[in-house]
Nanobody
């Protein structure tokens, strides 16, 4: 069983930055494929970014590419999402997810965190 706890959300002005953290327990992230998702009020959950088991492979949703960066620190068993040039439309609850696998995945995640709120003011 894998437990995931997100942190780092908050209120930021448009153009600002935030770094979200996802601390894992129960298994090491070095053997897990990890992803970030978000869900805005009244909208479906959408894929944000994925990172593979080694941390050397990443994949992003087109709308986040160039602004968001996903990284993994195996020593801290933590995955990060650095978000720059934030826009009001980035406002959402951001979720960390994990699954067994070696690749990059946009879906099929088995384990989810509770989410952290990100609010971007204009």
């Amino acid at each position: 069983q894998v437990q995931l706890v997100e942190s780092g959300g908050g209120l930021v002005q448009a153009g600002g930055s935030l770094r979200l953290s996802c601390a894992a327990s129960g298994r090491t992230v070095s053997v897990l494929a990890m992803g970030w998702f978000r869900q805005a009020p009244g909208k479906e959950r959408e894929f944000v970014a994925a990172i593979n088991w080694s941390g050397r492979g990443t994949h992003y949703s087109d709308s986040m590419k160039g602004r968001f960066t996903v990284t993994k620190d195996n020593a801290k068993n933590t995955v990060y999402l650095q978000m720059n040039s934030l826009k009001p439309e980035d406002t959402a609850v951001y979720y960390c997810a994990a699954q067994n696998g070696l690749g990059l995945y946009r879906d099929g995640y088995d384990y989810w965190g509770q989410g952290t709120q990100v609010t971007v003011s204009s």
